[in-house]
């Protein structure tokens, strides 16, 4: 019974962190997704006296996708009804150009300014706007998101690490005679050591197991889904071929790791 709880507290410790690790990589792929989002959405708006090609802003900034040259009718359509066609065709030729700047990705606030003095620096260019204040908002609550999501899972990777050491040192105590006494008869270490490293991998692959299970019931039932689909983001929730290796790597790894750990420690003490 006893034994039965050891390895039922090592594997919970490993679901734990697979399933944080999971977490997070669902977290990451939201927030990426919603990043690109705000970036096909976002566009700096250039005015300028004179017709600047498509080659000409991109060659501005690394950053500048493609540009798009905005209708003179679109500016005018909200006064139109006010003026004579007459004076409508005066003052399309009186416009300035408009362009719609659109990036390959959603920059950062020192990357919006470095981007909009390149533009200004652009001979004919009168006005950037590139809406900073309210990117600038956006920006940063998307950052620190990201960076509360990261201190968490590195938290709690951490945390469950040190309980994993704990039980298979638990472990290690409980066949500490036995191990002496094949150490009296010349056995190698890893012989010795074979029990401890025996129930690394079986509980590594049990709860790499639960937790590949746990996360094919929630795709199958579709909740987080459905709650990203609300706010507009489509993403993949649980990939068994890429996830399910990447979490058994990663099971595998720390429990063949701290094994090792507490094999050089149990040598040294001996």
Known sequence: MKSFKNHLSLIMAIVTI?????????????IDAYERDLQENYSIVVVSEKSISNKSFQNMHPLIKKSELI????????????????????????????????????????????????IKAHVGVTRVESFENSHNTTYKLLLLFKQVVLVLAVFIFIVTSLLMLKEMRIWQFQHTERMSIMALFGAPVWLRSAVL?????????LATLITCVAFLGMLNYGWIASELEVIGINITIFDLLNDGVSMLVLALGLSIFLATMIVLGHKEEV
């Open 18 to 30: 697979l399933f944080s690790l999971q977490i997070f990589t669902i977290t990451e792929r939201a």
């Open 71 to 118: 209708a003179a009718d679109h500016v005018l359509k909200n006064i139109k009804l006010q003026m004579k066609q007459t004076n409508i065709k005066l003052l399309k030729t009186a416009l300035p150009k408009f362009y719609r700047i659109h990036l390959s990705k959603f920059p950062s606030p020192d990357q919006i300014d470095a981007i909009s003095d390149a």
């Open 197 to 205: 490293f025996r129930l690394a991998v079986i509980d590594a692959l």
